[in-house]
């Protein structure tokens, strides 16, 4: 899932970088060496992305960027890209703003209702998932999202706002949509 970027999560995106010879174009085939991509999190100072951008596919004008799940951990991830050797492409700055964050389960649960069913979750705390969102990511239920009310953390059992369509089947995978703040 990389649309729309989620906070603690990897995100890639992909981006043409402007040829300094003539800014009307991107650069074909962009020399990208360490330095030249770094990331700041709300503000902070700039580090070194952990997984160097690539042309992709090889030898376009493509430039695909990794933010790692650490990188994505911010209200504001800033990326500068810069030829730290200088010369080929122009500067580029890319902010991004992710939403909330996002866990992923599945329902763990042979006799689930529409609003109640045990998961796979590993949180112990009560209440943690309270008034965050579930959104089913494939089965009979893909693409229905629902707030949760409550969730027990010894039992791991969700218990939804308001019902689905039907019961979900035990194995069907869904993403926490959300922040425990």
């Known amino acids: 899932m990389y649309n729309p970027p989620v906070r603690g999560l990897e995100y890639i995106f992909y981006i043409g970088l402007p ?19 770094k ?3 709300d503000g902070g100072s700039l580090a070194n992305l952990g997984t160097l951008p690539s042309v992709t596919p090889a030898s376009g004008k493509l ?11 911010a209200d504001n991830v800033s990326v500068v890209l810069s030829d730290a050797a200088g010369g080929e492409w122009a500067d ?26 045990v998961t796979d979750l590993t949180e112990t705390t009560d209440d ?10 494939d089965g009979a239920l893909k693409g229905q999202a ?18 689905l369509t039907d019961a979900p089947s ?7 949509v959300g922040r425990s703040e």
């Open 19 to 37: 040829s300094q010879q003539d800014p009307t174009i991107f650069q074909a085939n962009p020399t990208l060496a360490s330095g030249d991509a």
């Open 39 to 41: 990331v700041s999190k």
């Open 63 to 73: 430039v695909k960027v990794t933010l790692s799940a650490t990188e994505m951990d």
């Open 92 to 117: 580029v700055v890319v902010n991004i703003q992710p939403a909330g964050w996002a866990t992923p389960s599945a329902v763990n649960d042979v006799s689930a209702t529409t609003t109640s069913f």
């Open 128 to 137: 943690h998932y309270n008034d965050m969102f579930l959104v089913f990511t």
């Open 146 to 163: 629902r707030k949760i009310s409550d969730y027990t953390g010894s039992s791991k059992t969700i218990t939804l706002a308001t019902a």
């Open 170 to 176: 035990d194995g069907d995978p869904f993403i926490i």
